[in-house]
């Protein structure tokens, strides 16, 4: 694992590795045994971006909001279906979250091997709702195949603003973003953290590169070395929870 080479390299500057978050936050919780601690292995740079995901139903389920959809499940119970792109991936825990959160709803879940097949199904009917990075699922959106119900972020989306936030639906701290993270070994002196997160953070904001990311999906986060190892903690302790209390099995 890329991660676990990083961790035993020297914190000299020119070792450094991108890691998205299911690696980083998210498998550490689903594994018996990793290579690496998250927070204590590497100095983090910055957050590059965050990539939120988006709460999409199949047109014929007759839901158009988070409420109705939560409504639904309540009023029958196990019967309404979840895709994801297999056990404990990112998809797989983002809805579970929203399971949580939303009242700990009774929702099945149907597991695929990735997100393609199984938004495939929800197009043609047969789960009920899935939650997607915003980039895969934008284009069947704006085809109308699919109706979006909620963003996955604290902001709404650029490319999507009639869509309203989980929070704005009425379902607070469900939060689930891809996040991005430039990393660096442990011990890596603070002169030389310094100097790569100002020329990163510097070409990140240029125009051409916020306007790429957020014609993506993405949020530009950019933060502080300080500010990106609190927040990886606190993604790697909010993921720690949903696995706990979902009971999440790797299969």
Do not use: C, N
């Amino acid at each position: 694992m890329g991660l676990g080479a990083l961790a035993q390299s020297q914190p000299d500057g020119y070792t450094l590795a991108i890691s998205a978050s299911g690696a980083l936050v998210m498998l550490p919780h689903l594994m018996p045994k990793m290579p690496f601690d998250s927070v204590k292995d590497f100095t983090p740079v910055t957050v590059i971006t965050a990539v939120p995901q988006v709460l999409t139903v199949r047109k014929t389920l007759g839901v158009k909001t988070v409420g109705e959809l939560v409504a639904m499940a309540k009023a029958r119970p196990g019967k309404v279906s979840f895709g994801t792109s297999g056990h404990g991936t990112s998809l797989h825990l983002a809805a579970e979250l929203f399971r949580l959160r939303a009242g700990k709803i009774d929702i099945v879940h149907i597991p695929y091997r990735g997100v393609a097949p199984a938004l495939t199904d929800l197009m043609g009917g047969q789960i009920d709702m899935l939650f997607g990075d915003i980039p895969v699922m934008l284009p069947q959106i704006k085809a109308g195949t699919i109706v979006p119900l909620a963003v996955t972020a604290r902001v709404r989306s650029p490319v999507m603003p009639d869509v309203p936030t989980m929070a704005e639906s009425g379902v607070a701290d469900a939060e689930a973003e891809t996040i991005y993270a430039l990393l660096a070994p442990a011990g890596l002196p603070a002169d030389r953290v310094g100097l790569l997160h100002r020329t990163l953070v510097k070409a990140l904001r240029e125009p051409e590169a916020t306007r790429v990311i957020a014609d993506q999906g993405g949020i530009l986060v950019a933060t502080s070395p300080e500010e990106s190892r609190t927040y990886i903690a606190s993604e790697s302790r909010k993921w720690a929870e949903v696995v706990r209390l979902a009971d999440v099995k790797m299969q």
